[in-house]
T-cell receptor
């Protein structure tokens, strides 16, 4: 199993550009999540999904969108990039709900918006 | 709002000693508390989960305690090794799928 994979690894965006961060898991997990991690801060949940076709907002959803058309894929969309979105983004998945089950994280995408 | 504090940003100890990391929280006690390890440039890796009705959990050289009265979890690594050097994150989980992470403690084990 590859686990959770994310692309790209690094990206530099100009203010106002848009992009999609890709996330795929091959463990047949129902739950998938997107987090951002800023220096010296804990991971903050952006969006999560409890299954294909179902998504919900986390703690910091503004400026982002997600979709979940398949069990495997959970892309994160930034529509109008802003410097405040400079961060490292992690995708994760779990078999059960995030609180009660271990999460498997991807390697992260380092995004810089200038 | 919920606040999570992990003891000091960095902890340095000598190889062979026991490392003790602290996770304190305010307000609502979580239903679950998880600990993760994160190496530079990598995603977090799950270590242990403890439920609110459990006092202690062990896995090899790792031990976690959970005191809902003190609103605190302690994470111990016994017989520490340089390979244990990493950042350790605590995460509080609630039954509504809400989960909050602490900022982490960077542990360095010196040979």
């Amino acid at each position: 199993n590859a686990g959770v994979t994310q692309t790209p690894k690094f990206r530099i965006l100009k203010i106002g550009q848009s992009m999609t961060l890709q996330c795929t898991q091959d463990m047949n997990h129902n739950y998938m999540y997107w987090y951002r991690q800023d220096p010296g801060m804990g991971l903050k949940l952006i969006y999560y999904s409890v299954g294909a076709g179902i998504t919900d907002k986390g703690e910091v959803p503004n400026g982002y969108n997600v979709s979940r058309s398949t069990t495997e894929d959970f892309p994160l969309r930034l529509e109008l990039a802003a410097p405040s979105q400079t961060s490292v983004y992690f995708c994760a998945s779990s078999y059960g709900g995030q609180s009660a089950d271990e999460q498997y994280f991807g390697p992260g995408t380092r995004l810089t918006v200038t | 709002s919920q606040k999570i504090e992990q003891n000091s940003e960095a902890l340095n100890i000598q190889e062979g000693k026991t490392a003790t990391l602290t996770c304190n929280y305010t307000n609502y006690s979580p239903a679950y508390l998880q600990w993760y390890r994160q190496d530079p440039g990598r995603g977090p890796v799950f270590l242990l989960l403890i439920r609110e009705n459990e006092k202690e959990k062990r896995k090899e050289r790792l031990k976690v305690t959970f005191d809902t009265t003190l609103k605190q979890s302690l994470f111990h690594i016994t017989a520490s090794q340089p390979a244990d050097s990493a950042t350790y994150l605590c995460a509080l989980g609630y039954n509504n799928n809400d989960m909050r992470f602490g900022a982490g403690t960077r542990l360095t084990v010196k040979p």
